[in-house]
DNA sequence: TCTCTAAACGTGCATATACACTTAAAAGAT
DNA sequence: ATCTTTTAAGTGTATATGCACGTTTAGAGA
C-alpha cells in the first residue's frame, strides 16, 4: 500500500455526488419555486402521496435520508399546512400523511417539474441518468 | 403534452441525486471523523492544496457551489486554523490559502480518504462512477 | 475629476443534514 | 406481573446550502 497523493482527491466520488446533488437540486427548486416548494418539499410531497400515511423512520427510509432530519422537514410542511403528523395505535410511532392542500399543491407543481425533469434528464442523457439512479437505490449499510 | 402523472416522480432525478450524495457522504464523513473533518471541509482543503491560493469566488467554482456557501464554509476552517482569509491587492477581493496546520490535517487524512473512495468506487462500479464525474463537472449554467 | 456601473463580498433568513443524547412506549424475559 | 431491552421519536448542537439584499471597491466613461 503506498502513501496516497493529494492529486488523487481531484476524483473525489464525494466531491462529484455533492457537486452533482447541488447542481441538479438548484434547477429542480429554481423550477418549483414558482408553487413554493424546495426540492426536498417536493419529494416528501411525493412520497406520502404516494406510499400513504406512513412513520416518520419509513419515510427517512424512502427518501434516503436520516431518521431526525425528516422529522424536521416534516415541521415545515406540517407548518404550512401539506402535511398532518398524528400519533399511532403503536404510541411512539408518529404517521405523516398529505393533507388536500398538500394534494393540490404538489399536483399543481407537477407539470415544472416534469419539464425540469425532462431538461436535466436530456443534459445528462440515458445512461447517466440510469446510473444516477442505481447509486441511489443501492444497499450501502 | 400529457398531463403528468404523481407516479412518474418515482424517477425523479433530483431525488436521486441527493439521496445518492446524503449516502456517500455519510460514507465520507465517518471515514473523515477521526481527523476531525467533513467531507465539505476535506474538498475545500484539497482545492486550496492543489489549486493555491484562490479568491472565495473561484473557489466556489471549483467546488460547485454557491459563492455564499464558500464564505462560510471557509469561515469554519478558517476558525480551527485550518485556513487564513486575507484581503488581495484587489481589496474587493479576499484571498483563501491553507495554513500549515491545515496541510498537515489533510495529508493526515489522505489515506483514510483513500480507503473510503476505493470502497464506494467499486461499490457503485467504473461506469457508474464515470457518469456520476460527467454530471458533476458537466455545464450547467 | 466625477459619476456610474460592474464586481466581489458579507449578512439575514430559511431550510437541509446528521450525530449524540434523551424520552417514551412496546415487546420480551423471568 | 415486574424487570429489561428494544424501538420510535424528539432535542441540542453544528455544519451546509443558497436566495435576497446591502456594502465596498475597481474600473469605465464623460
Redesign the interface.
Known sequence: MN???????????????????????R??DEALRPHGLR??Q??AL?AL??AGPNTIKELAGI???DRTTMTRNLGVLEAEGLVSVQRGKDARERIAEITATGRRR??AA??D??A??QR??E??GE???G????????R?D
Open positions: 502513501t496516497p497523493s493529494l492529486d488523487e482527491t481531484r476524483n473525489c466520488l464525494c466531491l462529484a455526488a455533492r457537486r452533482a446533488a447541488r447542481s441538479i437540486t434547477q429542480f426540492s426536498t417536493f419529494s411525493a402521496s404516494l427518501l434516503g435520508a404538489i399536483e407537477l407539470a417539474w416534469q425540469v425533469q436535466v434528464a443534459s445528462m445512461a447517466a441518468a446510473s444516477l439512479r442505481a447509486i441511489a437505490w443501492s450501502d
